[in-house]
């Protein structure tokens, strides 16, 4: 079965720096989907970035990337220029492609963000 | 553009009552719908998804059931609560047929007393 593992319960990062929130997975499958997922104070879940198993170039969105390692089968989320806004829970998810129709995401326990000012 | 509902978004209840949780999807047709249950400082749990209407799939034997009764209307409900289902209640959709991310509501907050 897969799993998704995020060793780090809490991190903090001053605001304007870098900070890297790990992920690693478990999978015997190939061909699948990663997502870091925000979940700021209203709890309300958001997408922050998606990762295709099949593309080598990691992907990015702003000041959000991530670090994939397929081999490793790590996924990290690297926030450039912290801002407040950024404090959050961050959950990293995990999504076979299978051809049903189906789409359970497999979740991690997340991390606590917190951004000190 | 799609959006989703979720309501009400906070929820007292004494125990043995019943419960009726609604999500609506909006903008999109034939999803997949999913209930969450986030417990507090915990992860995301998977109760419920549906493909369609009247396709229900349990993923955790418990004390709720969910129900399609129409494309875009999906009910999570109890016909007795108990003090353990308090938590945090996520509704989510996926388009059907297609490799994408869930997309979520705003959650409901069930306090069970």
């Known amino acids: 079965a897969q799993t998704v593992t995020q060793s780090q319960p809490e991190m903090s990062v001053q605001e304007a720096e870098t900070v890297t929130l790990s992920c690693t997975y478990d999978t015997s499958e190939s061909d699948y989907y990663l997502f870091w997922y925000k979940q700021p104070p209203s709890r309300q879940m958001i997408l922050v970035i998606r990762q295709e198993a099949y593309k080598q170039q990691n992907a990015t969105e702003n000041r959000f990337s991530v670090n994939f390692q397929k081999a490793a089968k790590s996924f990290s989320l690297k926030i450039s220029d912290s801002q407040l806004g950024d404090a959050a829970m961050y959950f990293c998810a995990y999504r076979r492609n299978n051809a049903g129709n189906n789409r359970k995401l497999i979740w991690g326990l997340g991390t606590s963000l917190a951004v000190n000012p | ?113």
């Open chain 2, 1 to 113: 553009s799609q959006t989703i509902h979720q309501w009400p978004a906070t929820l007292v209840q004494p125990v043995g009552s019943p419960l009726s949780l609604e999500c609506t999807v909006e903008g999109t047709s034939n999803p997949n719908l999913y209930w969450y249950r986030q417990a507090a400082g915990r992860g995301l749990q998977l109760l419920f998804y549906s493909v369609g209407i009247g396709q229900i799939s349990s993923e955790v034997p418990q004390n709720l059931s969910a129900s399609r009764p129409q494309d875009r209307q999906f009910i999570l409900s109890s016909k007795k609560l108990l003090l353990s289902d308090s938590g945090f209640y996520l509704c989510a959709w996926s388009v059907s047929g297609v490799n994408t991310e869930a997309f979520f509501g705003q959650g409901t907050r069930l306090t069970v007393v």
